[in-house]
């Protein structure tokens, strides 16, 4: 069994913050594999299903961002997980928007879901790092996260989820690398073998000198 941990802040007001992309992440993984419906539990939302014939736990801590930890833990105890089962999905503002990668273990880097997490179950758990990019200055990350994505960066948004959803099954597996390269089919999609690059012209021929030569000049130098 796997617990998928999404981060976020419950309610309509932070629904499309770009601190919420976690919580995208889960709804677009439970929309695309016929999970159950959403239902309160682990001061949380969960949801059921199986990915590619691993059960899999859908979480959305419900607690706010700061308490995260409190929801990851409950749900750990319960279901007797360790955190090699648990792979969280963040927002990473040290990540262009449109790149993301897989990590184990390590730093919390100032996030405070994680830093929550940390305090709760350790941080040897696997953790998604969607990037969001960074508005330039340490004094504008509290504004910048908790504003929605801008209509411009809906196109990206949309291939980085749904290149989730594909990938899903293959990190249920644990296979990381299987699961980038279905994101990057989504966001960066190989060009069709099909298209041949444009043929240049042929060059024109070159016109023949022009013969100057006079009519008795012509035969007399057929007979050299």
Known sequence: MKLFVGLGNPGAKYAHNRHNIGFMAMDQIASDHGFAPWRGKFQGSVSEGTLDGEKVILLKPETFMNLSGQSVGEAMRFYKLTCDDVTVFHDELDLAPGKLRVKTAGGHAGH????????HITPEYHRVRMGIG???????????????????????????LRGVGDGAPELARGDSGKFMNAVALRVAPPRSSTSRPKSKPAPEPTPEPEDTRSAMQKLMDKFK
């Not at 405070?112 to 305090?119: F, K, V």
């Open 112 to 119: 405070n879901g994680l830093r929550s997490i940390h305090q």
């Open 134 to 160: 960074h508005p330039g200055h340490k004094d504008a990350v509290a504004g910048y996260v908790l504003r929605d994505f801008a209509k411009a960066e809906a196109g990206w948004l949309d291939d980085v």
